[in-house]
């Protein structure tokens, strides 16, 4: 069975570190990184992310798996922490959502 994510990634940057690019560009980089990773794992099918325009420091990803076992692979592979050791003098904050979709209430029988 598919798996449906809302990941939100939120980036702080670290006391007492000066960027040399808006941070917007370091979060893109990111993301970027992020995604074209999981584009090779075993299980993904695609994502789509967003600019939360209520919190410039925020990006919303829509991400399908084709499993829940095949998603937490991802999650706890050394491709991905990797990402994260790279980026020390950001902080970012993950929180993941798996959805489940809406069912069309009009389909379901009374019976």
Request: aromatic share 10%; net charge neutral; with cysteine.
């Amino acid at each position: 069975m598919t798996i449906t994510l809302l990941i939100t990634k939120t980036f702080h940057v670290k006391k007492n570190i000066i960027l040399f690019l808006p941070l917007i560009d370091h979060m893109c980089k990111i993301s970027n990184l992020i995604t074209d990773s999981a584009t090779k794992q075993s299980g993904f099918i695609n994502s789509q992310s967003f600019w939360d325009l209520n919190n410039y420091d925020r990006i919303l990803t829509m991400a399908k798996w084709k499993s829940d076992l095949e998603w937490n692979e991802w999650l706890d592979s050394t491709e991905r922490s990797d990402i994260f050791k790279n980026i020390d003098f950001l902080d970012v904050k993950t929180s993941v959502s798996s959805l489940l979709p809406k069912m069309n209430f009009n389909s379901v029988s009374l019976l």
